[in-house]
């Protein structure tokens, strides 16, 4: 038979197809590995502008390249070109020469925007693909002409094309640490080299860990009245084995040593207070011993605010909550507590992710109130469990997506060869003293730094980019992109504190360009991974649907129609959902599509195979 197939248009986002490969030549000259994986994201057969598909195909082509330019791209254009015109110059020259000129007027826009245009893209060419589904599936069930086997083919292809969007595929990116200024790049570079783990197991805790040491004592200001603290959440998303534990060990050392240093001088204060207590009860003209000394607080372990409001009270700069697994944290904010449910502790904690004020009355020791609460945290979590305890519940209410959430690709464990070198872990102790002793404002709170010009230009780029992209997004993805922006300024606050205790040239209490740019970068590499994982735990909760409802067809003797499946189960009585999750079953390959018991088509059920 012959098949209408819709023609290819312009009426797909053209826009940011055009402005996607404008990046793409802003990209080249500028940063010719950037550009290539930028161009790699989105297929030729996306692209619907004229010669753009041809274009986009010869920036890949310039791999081969060790520094592309320009004028190479053309050559490459003309020895690809099949049809070219006499005069040596094909249509995709025309459209290069547009979009180069883009690209001068709108300097830096377009590259800033190449990953957001790149989605833009994927998202059409899915609806595309549906489109054109569906047109031919229309087309073949009018047909009289066409048998039912190729009614239901057509049909499939139209759910396949409407979940199977590469726009939903996200591929694991490294963490970029090539962002993180000396002595922590070299730092994590080492570390993660030695114990032969993956790098974003060492970098995840030693943000936290940096943020916590700046405290309260420093905050980033990106325009009037818009201030973010040095709060890091960072979570590692990892499987037992994965030396996730060990790579924090390494990361956190540093904050460790110094609380131990602390208790060990508690104890000796401590020692010391109840000589003189016992002194005084001896004697009366014996000094009063005063009150019973409490010791520094650098980290903390207790995950309860009742537990962490009191130490707050004493250590105004704030702690780090250490803990290496956190599922009984998210876990237990669906338990009743004391004094309250725990949906109101997660709120609570929600403040504290913002420095703000917390109270806490207890009966015994009365009233703890913290102006401004601070708690960096680090910690880890298995992914089954993650998606068990945090279900929908903590994504919805903004707990999760307030985390910096990574979950590397397992790798076959090596052994490990030791750790970073004498000089950086030298390096790395003389800048955690150095964040350690900064001192707050004259007025006891955090003094706050601004940003210089040209940082407040990359800034705005960014901050453009980031709402547009999450005017598109929905629900908890949403949520994130909205505190990407946050983790954009804290880590760049984070980078900059990183450079003034590592000794490098800056401009005091004024953010530079430099650190904007690193810390816009670890974010954009954080909201990518955060959506990756988020997406795998929703591909894992359909899986653990999927094997649901085998068992439950298993258990009806191997064969259901869509009808049963909505009657039996109540998941799947919603508007085609039966028939899409009977439709996944066969694509799996787990079942066929056979003649239901009772007669019909031989597509009306599906048989386990």
Not at 85 to 107: F, N
Not at 336 to 355: D, F, V
């Amino acid at each position: 038979m012959n098949r209408r197939t819709p023609k290819r248009g312009t009426a797909y986002a053209p826009e940011a197809e055009r402005a996607y490969l404008a990046g793409l030549l802003e990209l080249l000259t500028d940063d010719a590995a950037r550009c290539r994986e930028a161009a790699a994201v989105v297929s030729p057969d996306a692209i619907t502008t004229e010669g753009g598909a041809e274009l986009l195909a010869a920036i890949v082509a310039t791999a081969a390249l060790p520094a592309p330019t320009v004028a190479d791209l053309a050559r490459i254009i003309h020895e690809r070109a099949v049809n070219a015109p006499p005069d040596g110059h094909p249509a995709e020259y025309g459209l290069m020469v547009d979009l180069l000129e883009a690209s001068v007027k709108h300097r830096g826009g377009y590259s800033r925007g190449a990953d957001r245009h790149a989605r833009e893209v994927n998202r059409a060419a899915g609806r595309r693909r549906t489109i054109e589904a569906a047109a031919t599936a229309a087309e073949v069930a009018a047909d009289p002409r066409a048998a039912d086997d190729e009614i239901e083919a057509a049909a499939v292809a139209v759910a396949v094309a409407a979940t199977d969007s590469p726009a939903d595929r996200l591929e694991w990116e490294p963490f970029p640490v090539a962002l993180l200024p000396d002595p922590v790049g070299t730092f994590v570079a080492e570390t993660a080299g030695g114990l032969g783990c993956d790098a974003t197991f060492v970098a995840l805790p030693m943000l936290a860990a940096v943020a916590a040491a700046v405290g309260n004592r420093r905050r980033i200001e990106l325009w009037p009245g818009w201030q973010e603290p040095a709060i890091v959440w960072a979570l590692a998303v990892a499987e037992s084995g994965s030396m996730k534990t060990p790579a924090a060990d390494a990361a956190l050392r540093f904050t460790r040593e110094r609380q131990r240093a602390a208790f060990t001088d508690h104890r000796a204060a401590l020692a010391e207070w109840e000589r003189e207590a016992q002194a005084e009860r001896r004697s009366r003209s014996a000094a009063p011993a005063g009150d019973r000394p409490r010791p520094e607080r650098f980290a903390v372990d207790d995950l309860t605010i009742e537990s962490v409001a009191p130490i707050l009270a004493d250590n105004p700069r704030g702690v780090l909550l250490d803990r290496d697994e956190l599922s009984g944290w998210i876990g237990g904010f669906d338990q009743y507590r004391s004094g309250g449910q725990g949906g109101a502790e997660a709120a609570r904690w929600l403040t504290i992710y913002n420095a703000g004020p917390v109270t806490v009355d207890r009966k015994q020791t009365g009233t703890v109130y913290v102006d401004a609460a601070h708690v960096s945290i680090a910690g880890g979590i298995q992914p089954g469990v993650l998606a068990r305890v945090a279900g929908s519940r903590h994504f919805e209410n903004g707990l999760v997506p307030r985390f910096i959430m990574a979950a590397p690709p397992r790798r076959m464990m090596t052994m490990p060869t030791g750790g970073a070198g004498f000089s950086t872990a030298a390096d790395m102790a003389s800048m955690f003293d150095v964040l350690f002793a900064i001192a707050p404002a004259p007025d006891g709170g955090p003094a706050v730094l601004d940003l210089v010009p040209d940082a407040l230009e990359v800034w705005r780029g960014w901050w453009q980019e980031n709402a547009a992209e999450q005017f598109t997004a929905s629900g908890a993805e949403a949520a994130m992109i909205g505190k990407a922006r946050s983790w954009a300024a804290r880590l760049a606050l984070v980078c900059h504190s990183i450079r003034q205790a590592g000794g490098e040239p800056t401009l005091g209490n004024r953010i530079d360009a430099d650190s904007i740019e690193r810390g816009i970068g670890l974010a954009r590499w954080a909201a990518r991974e955060w959506r990756r994982v988020y997406r795998a735990m929703q591909v894992g909760g359909i899986e653990a649907d999927d094997r649901a409802l085998r068992q439950w067809i298993a258990a009806r003797g191997g064969m259901a129609t869509a009808r049963d499946v909505a009657r039996g189960l109540a998941q799947y009585r919603g508007p085609g959902r039966a028939e899409a999750a009977l439709q996944r079953l066969a694509r799996s390959g787990a079942a066929e599509w056979s003649a239901a018991p009772t007669g019909g088509r031989p597509a009306d059920a599906v048989r386990l195979k």
